[in-house]
């Protein structure tokens, strides 16, 4: 079983970055992609950027504030976060997809959450 470990969290104030990463315990296959969602209080988890070989992907409240990326071992993502507002403020969590049988099973591994809070 592979476990992902997230951190990089922390207080921020507005206009602030902050850079989270996430490493796994295995490198997840290169072609199986990597997450990142968050959920703030009393909201629902909220997607907010995928990594799939050359592939990436934002949710549109932080395309072009946030920048995803993959180390070379594949072990570990990243998240790179500017400019950012009050409303980023969440518990952000990595996911990863599970390699089985040449078949990538989506978001299979979860990270614990790491506590980004911005005022």
């Known amino acids: 079983h592979v476990q992902l470990v997230e951190s990089g969290g922390g207080s921020v104030q507005a206009g602030g970055s902050l850079k989270l990463s996430c490493t796994a315990s295995?490198?997840?296959?290169?072609?199986?992609?990597m997450y990142w969602y968050r959920q703030a209080p009393g909201k629902e988890r909220e997607w907010v950027s995928t990594i799939k070989g050359d592939m990436i992907g934002y949710g549109a409240s932080v395309r072009g504030r946030f920048i995803i990326s993959r180390d070379k071992t594949k072990a570990t993502v990243y998240l790179q976060m500017n400019n950012l507002k009050p409303e980023d403020t969440a518990v952000y969590y990595c996911?990863?997809?599970?390699?089985?049988?040449?078949?990538?099973?989506?978001?299979?591994?979860w990270g614990q959450g790491t506590q980004v809070t911005v005022s």
């Open positions: 996911a990863a997809d599970r390699y089985s049988e040449r078949l990538c099973l989506q978001k299979e591994y």
């Open positions: 295995t490198p997840i296959f290169s072609s199986c992609a």
